[in-house]
Each structure stands twice: as C-alpha cells, then as structure tokens.
C-alpha cells in the first residue's frame, strides 16, 4: 500500500464515519461505535488497575453507551489518579495502537485475532450484565473471524476504521474532560485532582492534550512510507 492509499483509507474511514449521523438512521448504525470506545474507556481503567497493583472485578456496560469497572486499588494516591487517567487514555492509546498496526497486513491481521481474542477471554473473567456480554461477544468474534478468514486488506480497512472510531470518539467526548461529576460520582478528572493537585479541568487539558499527541503520531506512522499491503 502506498502513502496514498494510505491517506485514502485513512479519509474514507472518516466521510463513512461522519455519513452515518447525517443519513437517515445512520446513527443506529453507528451505535456499536459509541459501545467500542466505551469499552476501550473502561478497560483502560481495568487495565491501568493491574499495572499499578490492583485489581480488575468487573465491567459493566449499560444500552446508553455508559460503562462502569469496578477495581480493588492501593491505598495510593498515584494509583488512584493512573487508574483514571488510564480511563480516558484508553481509547486514544488502543487507536494508536490499531494504526501502527495497520501498517502490515500480518500485523493487522494478528491484530485483529489478538484483540477478539482477549475479548472473548474477558468475558468470562470481567464483563457483568446481558448487555455487557452481548457486544463484547459479538465484537471479540467478529474480530477474530475477520483477522483469520478475511483478505489482507479487508483486515487493515477494519483496523484503520476502528482506530478512527476510537480517535473520533477522544474528540465527540471530550467535554467529559471538563466535567466535575458523572451523575452522582465524581468524573475522572475530578478523581485526578482529589488524588493529587490542580484542578480537574487542568486535567482535563492535559488528558486531552496527550490523547490528541497519541492519535496525531499513530495517524502520522500509518500515513508514513512503508506501508504494504498484498
């Protein structure tokens, strides 16, 4: 693939993307979206809890498109406030991952198999509720069958059309940055700043600064040469 082909890939995902909420219930259709940044937000969270020494006990995922993770965390202030921000980063790191990826269509597939996978392998482990267990079912499975039995290049598109998701979704939800409470808890920001300092929508700034930094290198490496596909 080449440099172009790479920016049309890249271009077509966004005019897809953004025809869904213009065409006629095209916001239907794009609903699972919505879900797959919720669950790129919440098991970032889970995630996050594990690297700083925690615990991971559940994820829930309600039909508005909200998610709750319930975690065992150290009596530290630093995990505290990495588990949140590992929330918010969630989506942006997952999309930078999915575009460096894409670069191969080896890579794109094992990406693909590797993330439906792991999917599928937390649903036993983490993910609580019918509606939680539907979509993480159905979206681990669709990956692993289009990562072994699709085209090479079928699995970059899906790759990039997801990474665009998750990037589109950093920007659509971005005024969570700035918001002190999600209905009667604190937001994560406002959990960031009572864990350490400065106000929550300082963190909010910084959040977001560091996702768009994330979203515009991983963007850039697809866009770069070396791209192939077969």
């Known amino acids: 693939m080449t440099s172009r082909k790479a920016h049309q890939i890249l271009l077509g995902s966004v005019l897809v993307t953004l025809t869904l909420y213009v065409v006629p219930y095209g916001r239907y259709v794009a609903y699972p979206l919505v879900l797959l940044s919720t669950y790129a937000h919440e098991m970032g969270h889970g995630l996050t809890a594990l690297v700083v020494g925690g615990s991971f006990e559940s994820f829930q995922m309600a039909p508005d498109g909200s998610g709750l993770a319930r975690l065992g965390l150290p009596d530290s202030r630093f995990a505290r406030a990495a588990t949140s921000a590992g929330g918010l980063l969630g989506p942006a790191v997952l999309a930078f991952l999915f575009f460096v990826l894409a670069r191969r269509p080896r890579w794109a597939r094992a990406a693909l198999v590797s993330f439906g996978v792991a999917s599928v392998l937390a649903l036993p482990l983490v993910v609580r509720g019918w509606f939680g267990w539907g979509f993480v079912a159905v979206l681990g499975i669709g990956c ?21 998701q998750l990037s589109l979704s950093v920007f659509s939800r971005s005024d969570y940055l700035f918001t002190e409470s999600a209905g009667a808890a604190p937001s994560d920001v406002a959990q960031m700043a009572s864990a350490l300092f400065l106000p929550y929508w300082l963190w909010g700034v910084l959040v977001g600064a560091i996702s768009v930094l994330v979203l515009v290198s991983g963007a850039r490496m697809f866009l770069g040469r070396g791209v192939t596909a077969s």
């Not at 039995?149 to 790759?159: D, E, F, I, T």
């Open 144 to 164: 692993t069958w289009i990562g072994t039995k699709a085209a090479p290049k079928v699995a970059q598109w899906v790759l990039v059309f997801m990474a665009v």
